[in-house]
């Protein structure tokens, strides 16, 4: 047992050791009365206006142990200390009903590849389709064949293969969905390589350096305890009979279908499209559309700390902007995925096309920051057809794609010259790997998107001096922030409502929004197998 005390702060030339003189301080003891003190959770506090301050929730332990513990809590009558709750783990209790087949999951990002490491753990040896490849296989294809020869593979890319997108994200671990398995999520990245700091940072982060070798580890588990992984294994049908899928068909072979966890990312058209064509019920849904925007770190440093900007421990500082109503009854333009430090990468699973997000490394210490801007498109605006949200985003990357010459380039107007309605020029540095050609980006967007965002970049510009200024590089377009389509599942089976035997999961089947959010999504989602049915032999 312990004490919690919540937001006791230090200066940023304060040592971490000072928090006990702090915690001694909220609880009117002396000092060397407090025997243990544990971080659990700090944030930073940049407040404009304030010296830059980092915040902090610890757990102490008391001389005299529990009972001082919970007397002192009672006494004090704080809201910010309190006993600190004992963290507990669901209680498992695998179903009766018998496998005819070992659990199917299609897809390993980190919707699919937490189903299956809590499916393996308990016994059940599942099989997992992955149409890419392992991150090592992965990592050539996309350096080697595309970065450098600008060969791409629809098969193995970005998007596709070992960790999904995930695994070539900026690995931002923070979620706003509220469930006691994100601790489980974060402590299993902790368990296969991932820095600890993710267990007490407020916006904790594990950087595209680090998250491939944590999913090949968490994969060698999963196939440690039972479970089997099969890379290159593009499913490609559904046979669904009488409301029920029975099986699948994987590189032309059919596959007898247990249950199948249907975990296949955002951006896996194709495979959408052909469960529309089988039959498995699917609805529009809102999306957002925009460009991104990379400015210097360094200004995006001197916006948020002014003139802490170059103290040696404030990390690369991010930002989340909104401009409340710059797109008239579309809403707000917001920023996504902000990237301190990081780079714009190209997130397109077919060729032709070009599509941009964001990512860095651990120590997100690049010259560049980028973010997405966008706003949400709704679907009846497009065409009362659940699938042409996906068409529309197809749209304006083959636009992009037209735009630089048929190249991979990604299309590139500063900022300035976005607003003033002119033509950009001279030298063009960005941290695009494919590198990048000046153009007009408004020919990329919709003529909406591209007002609002011009009424955006006015507003954010008068608060942050420059943040729309010839420093600023927009391209895009940006699409891929969340999926257009939806694959509607009974909320207390998380079974398809027309394809019983089938759990869509995470990102791609509309119920997550990131690396945290999917994982948990598809950790319920082996819950609700392992609860009905008992584990095959």
């Not at 599509?355 to 605006?381: C, H, K």
């Amino acid at each position: 047992m312990a004490l919690r005390i919540r937001n006791l702060t230090l200066g940023l030339d304060e040592p971490e050791e000072a928090l006990v003189v702090r915690a001694a301080r909220r609880l009117k003891l002396a000092p060397d009365q407090i025997e243990t003190y544990t971080p659990v959770r700090r944030s930073l506090d940049a407040r404009k206006g304030r010296e830059p301050r980092f915040a902090y929730d610890i757990e102490v332990t008391l001389a005299g142990g529990p009972r001082r513990e919970r007397k002192l809590a009672s006494r004090l009558r704080r809201t910010d200390v309190a006993v600190a709750e004992e963290p507990s783990s669901p209680r498992l209790t695998p179903g009766t009903e018998p496998l005819a087949q070992r659990p199917i999951v299609v897809g390993f990002g980190p919707a699919g590849m937490f189903a299956a490491l809590v499916l393996s753990e308990l016994g059940y040896r599942p099989v997992v389709f992955e149409r890419g490849q392992d991150v090592k296989l992965r990592h050539a294809h996309i350096l080697r064949d595309y970065y450098r020869n600008g060969q791409f593979d629809p098969e193995s890319n970005l998007l596709f293969g070992e960790g999904g997108a995930g695994a070539y994200s900026d690995g931002k671990l923070y979620t706003r969905v509220n469930d006691p398995r994100g601790r489980l999520v974060l402590d299993t990245f902790v368990e296969f390589g991932g820095d600890p700091d993710i267990l007490i940072d407020g916006r904790p982060h594990l950087g595209s350096d680090k998250l491939p070798g944590i999913c090949r580890r968490i994969r060698q588990r999963i196939e440690k305890v039972g479970g089997e992984v099969r890379f290159g294994a593009r499913v490609e049908d559904f046979d669904v009979s009488d409301g029920v899928l029975t099986a699948i068909r994987v590189n032309g072979e059919r596959v007898a279908a247990g249950p199948v966890v249907l975990g296949i990312g955002h951006s896996a058209r194709d495979t959408i499209r052909q469960a529309a064509a089988a039959g498995i019920a699917v609805d529009a849904k809102p999306f957002q559309l925009g460009l991104r925007i990379e400015h210097p770190q360094e200004a995006v440093n001197r916006w948020q700390y002014g003139a802490f900007c170059e103290h040696p421990k404030l990390p690369p500082a991010e930002y989340h902007v909104i401009a409340k109503h710059a797109a008239g009854e579309h809403g707000d333009v917001f920023s996504f995925c902000m990237c301190p430090g990081g780079m714009m990468l190209p997130t397109h699973e077919s060729p032709g096309e070009i599509a941009t997000n964001g990512a860095s490394r651990s120590g997100r210490n690049g010259p560049f920051a980028n973010s997405g801007l966008v706003i949400t498109i709704d679907p009846r605006e497009i065409q009362d057809d659940a699938l042409a949200g996906l068409a529309y985003q197809e749209q304006w990357e083959r636009k992009a794609f037209e735009l630089t010459g048929a190249t991979y380039r990604v299309p590139a107007q500063r900022a300035a010259d976005f607003l003033a309605g002119r033509s950009s020029d001279g030298r063009l540095e960005t941290s695009y790997p494919l590198g990048a050609a000046w153009a007009d980006v408004r020919e990329i967007i919709p003529d909406f998107v591209g007002d609002a965002l011009r009424r955006a970049l006015e507003f954010l510009d008068a608060r942050m001096p420059g943040f729309a200024g010839p420093d600023a590089i927009l391209a895009g377009p940006e699409t891929r922030a969340s999926a257009p389509v939806r694959i509607v599942r009974d909320p207390a089976s998380r079974e398809s409502v027309s394809a019983r035997n089938l759990y869509p999961v995470g990102e791609g089947a509309g119920y997550a929004g990131g690396i945290v959010s999917a994982a948990i999504d598809g950790i319920k989602t082996a819950e609700t197998i392992i609860a009905r049915y008992a584990p095959g032999r």
